[in-house]
């Protein structure tokens, strides 16, 4: 969650007030160009932390002037990068916070007969400049390395922050929390492979985040392995000034699965068999009260990883209890908290619908117009069930 000062705070909390929207436009190196202000008619800007583009954009403004036409090498070009703030009035003057850095996409002017001279601009955050599409592919085959020619093991951040560098981001643009993980074992990746592939599976491996912030910055953090265990960064209920606009509960049982079927073996031969399954006639996910919900390891096929009875019956144990979950999920609407990041932990609590606990924040929508509507989203919390 970004960290705003109190006035910006107590304006957003308290009485209903103008949205003030700015963009800075960036040279290629982040360097302030040009700035936009009273140009903006309306934009939304959606975040969403299933995504590896975290954020994006979509702004449209009065072109009247023609100014804001885009043109080859122009001011408005796709060599610009743009940072985007949302502003509100403090006794101060208008308080701006940051809602990310975004590459140029999608560039528009139109002009019709009743006299509409607009122009929009979109595009996603600085994840573009590695997913591949079509920046941020690796030109050679490129192996990250578990020691380099010293012996000396590699730490998967740093490999991240070398790969992320040739793409054209600089270190001093990496926000890391401390990590003692290595790389395991050789990675190789092809020319064309994108190396957001590459840092998203590095990431992985740490049980680690990755993604940019509302600053441009690249961040590596632990994710939330519990977020009843974690203190949420914003609780919203029905009291006043925690913007809280009410919200739908609802279950998805998606990953709920009552019995495990695991198989061991070669590639071509199952050898080995084993079954994990819930029973029970007091549980309320038991084959006996909602049916068989079945998971096959392995896409059924035999694992040749496993090689004995044991082998086999310790995995489908192992995967019943982490199938034995359904998933709550919270899709809210909320006067804007211009804020949050996706992967935020906030607190939910309102009676009416039986909801009081910790959620991770996965998506939500911001309107950029300057009399905004609520803003909508979804948070979710994994409920273990026996």
């Known amino acids: 969650m970004y960290n705003a000062d109190s006035t910006f705070i107590k304006a957003m ?81 208008v308080a701006y916070v940051p809602q990310g850095v975004f590459l140029l996409e999608q560039l528009q002017a139109t002009s019709k007969p009743d006299g509409t001279r607009i122009a929009v601009l ?12 079509p920046l941020g592919c690796f030109s050679d085959t490129t192996t990250v390395k578990a ?8 730490p998967v ?46 990431a992985d491996l740490a049980v680690y ?21 974690v203190a949420p960064s914003w609780v919203y209920d029905k009291s006043d000034y925690t913007l809280y ?25 199952a050898t080995v068999y084993a079954t994990a399954s819930n029973d029970d006639p007091n549980s309320p996910i038991s084959t006996v009260n909602i049916g068989v919900r079945l998971f096959r390891w392995n896409n059924g096929s035999p694992d040749s990883i496993i090689a004995t009875q044991q082998d086999a019956q310790n995995r489908a144990d192992y995967e019943l209890k982490r199938a034995s979950v359904v998933l709550e999920e919270q899709r809210f609407s909320l006067w804007p908290n211009y804020l949050h990041e996706a ?34 989203g979804e948070a979710q919390a994994i409920r273990k069930v026996v």
């Open 157 to 202: 951040a740093e490999a991240i922050k070398l790969i992320a560098a040739g793409a054209g981001v600089p270190k001093s643009q990496c926000v890391f929390e401390a990590c003692s993980v290595n790389v395991p074992y050789d990675l190789t990746y092809q020319a064309g492979e994108s190396r957001g592939k590459a840092i998203r599976e590095l």
């Open 343 to 376: 992967g935020d932990v906030i607190g939910i609590t309102d009676d009416w619908i039986g909801t009081d606990g910790t959620f991770m924040l996965v998506r939500f929508n911001i309107d950029l117009s300057p009399n905004a509507g609520l803003m909508t």
């Open 147 to 154: 020691k380099n020619d010293q012996g000396a093991a590699t």
């Open 122 to 133: 979109s595009g996603g955050d600085k994840w573009k400049l590695l997913d591949g599409q």
């Open 13 to 93: 909390t308290g009485a209903s007030s103008v949205l003030y929207a700015r963009i800075d436009l960036l040279d290629w190196n982040e360097n302030l160009l040009d700035r936009i202000e009273t140009e903006i008619i309306s934009g939304t800007i959606s975040v969403d932390g299933e995504q590896d583009v975290r954020r994006q954009f979509n702004i449209t403004l009065d072109n009247s002037s023609g100014a804001l036409t885009w043109s080859i090498g122009g001011r408005i070009w796709i060599d610009k990068r743009v940072k985007l703030y949302v502003g509100l009035q403090t006794p101060g003057g």
């Open 245 to 269: 606009a009410g919200s739908d509960k609802v279950l998805n049982t998606s990953k709920l699965y009552n019995r495990v079927d695991v198989v061991g073996g070669s590639s071509q031969t």
């Open 209 to 229: 985040d990755c993604y940019f912030d509302v600053d441009g910055h690249l961040v590596f953090r632990p994710k939330v392995a519990d977020v009843s265990q």
